[in-house]
């Protein structure tokens, strides 16, 4: 038996490419004592992985050429002798992008998860690192109050979809940012948002403060950043005084465009707190922000969607539709 | 009796000038019931007052054309209808720009002072405004832990220098950064700072950012902000993870020109936390930072220098000399 793996064959030089990936197949190993044998059933895009392809100083090292691409997976166990761990146990974890996960279970990072009433899928998406992305900056950094205002940007993908459910779970405004209509009609009609601005149709950063002013008659008292650029320029113009920032992506600066602020002495004059953070730093937030997302899940009340591509060969070229923002929702492959 | 008053008589495109600022003498009223009359000893300039000189949106109102100058005063009381206020009181306020005040006690912000073992000044410098500024940013954002790196740009000034001392006492190595051998050596040789980076000595912000780094071998946790510009990109090139920025001042862009901040995205690759204040708004803060401001500028451990211009008519051109940073320390108008 086999197993698929996608390796990082080429770093990318501005935009990434599918040629910077290579597939291969290695014979799939026995589990040595100690540890599991996953079959993956889904792999997890995500925007992070962009950084780990280019070995810029950030806060984590790069992807080395060669090996597996990280990644968060979700499967099944199918061998075990790692204590804890049972054939037919789900489970999600970081796995790479390959089809099966062979070692010890904390080199994955697995976790067993109950797929009674939230999809196994799930938690690589709302259940999972981006819905308590969401939750953390949400909760910990924006704290909104009832009434306040909540802006996101990327509303319509992984993130920003559960950033402002969780902001009307908590009685704000919540007002997406996202490219075009279809995803804008998503956000407002299907994730409840109070309002949705196309910034593709706002050529500039005036055009777009002004359509975010129409959409935040109130000012705008938080931000949940996954895109910078001119997009966080036009928020940081529309900020009421004390308004907080968490700053989760800046993915319009990802192939190396140069994206300044043009006007950082707003943080100054309205008194704004900017914070970066990475979810995986704080795991003490987990536990809550698992619970509450879980039972929103389970209950129906946090919608989601996702975007499914089928075969660990798909991965590249889904992965790069995901940095495009083809389409909305969650980008999953779907591996068994 | 004359009161000598200067008033904002235009507002400035670009540096402002002399010109701006206009004197005029009025009768001395007398003090109706309730009110004190307050002579001047000390006018204080701060560069928070060239914000107020333009009509440009900010926190605070523009100051009004035609009246006078707003700004923190140290005095005397000469006469009195107010209880609580008796002739002869060291009081410092904010009176304006002008010989005397006369109004109620709230309307100057009038507190009496101990001029026992703190000369009058200091209550406009070290143990005023410029002083909890320093002690809120850097207590209450920066947080400094023992062998943490702080940098203070503006090093030198009323405010600049009192964060340094602040963060010594702390334990934390302080570095500064100003203009010019004298204030560089000033900020190390009296005020006892680890380094300082003398920022006209390096043409563009890679050698700012290659100075600071043989200042700060160990990184930069936290960085008061006096300036912006190029001085903060160079800065947050050096930033530590979880580092601090205590937004204080932008001077660099008073007068309109433009202060982009080239990499915002090490805010999240770095997760920093930046952070806007105006330390009237946080009236908690002055008990306990005066406390300590008072008995260090009392027992001698709290170094400072005062750049003393004489006379009302004076003022003008001494507070355009403090915006060029022509001198070091704390900037007064000497009224009495």
Tied chains: 1, 2.
């Excluded at 938690?123 to 910990?140: I, Q, S």
């Excluded at 990327?154 to 940012?177: D, H, N, P, T, Y």
């Amino acid at each position: 038996m086999m197993n698929q793996q996608l390796v990082l064959a080429s770093r990318p030089t501005g935009a990434p490419s599918v040629d910077n990936f290579a597939l291969r197949e290695v014979p799939l190993a026995e589990p040595a004592e100690g540890q599991v044998v996953v079959r993956h059933h889904f792999l997890s895009l995500d925007p992070y992985m962009r950084g780990r392809m280019s070995d810029a100083k950030s806060y984590a090292a790069p992807q080395p050429l060669g090996e597996v691409m990280i990644g968060g997976t979700a499967g099944e166990v199918v061998a075990s002798r790692a204590a804890g761990f049972a054939v037919g146990d789900r489970v999600v974890g970081m796995g790479g992008w390959q089809t099966h996960f062979v070692g010890e279970p904390a080199r994955g990072m697995w976790r067993k998860v109950d797929t009674t009433r939230v999809p196994l899928s799930a938690y690589l998406g709302p259940v999972g690192m981006p819905g308590v992305t969401a939750w953390y900056g949400l909760e910990r950094i924006i704290a909104p109050k009832a009434g306040q205002t909540v802006v996101v940007s990327s509303a319509a993908g992984a993130v920003g979809s559960v950033v402002g459910q969780l902001a009307k779970r908590r009685g704000a405004r919540a007002v997406g940012i996202a490219g075009g209509p279809a995803k804008c009609a998503y956000v407002v009609d299907e994730l409840g948002f109070d309002a949705c601005v196309d910034y593709k149709a706002h050529a500039d950063v005036r055009a777009l403060a002004t359509a975010l002013k129409a959409a935040c008659p109130a000012g705008i008292d938080g931000d949940f950043e996954n895109v910078g650029g001119v997009i966080l320029d036009a928020v940081l113009a529309r900020m009421n005084p004390f308004g907080r920032i968490a700053m989760c992506g800046m993915i319009a600066g990802y192939d190396g465009v140069p994206i300044p602020l043009a006007a950082p002495q707003l943080i100054l004059t309205s008194r704004l707190r900017v914070e970066g953070f990475i979810v995986s730093e704080h795991p003490e937030a987990w536990p809550p922000a698992l619970a509450e997302l879980g039972a929103a899940v389970a209950d129906g009340t946090l919608r989601y969607r996702e975007a499914i591509a089928d075969g660990l060969a798909a991965a590249p070229a889904a992965f790069l539709a995901m940095l495009r923002g083809d389409q909305l929702g969650k980008h999953l492959v779907r591996l068994a």
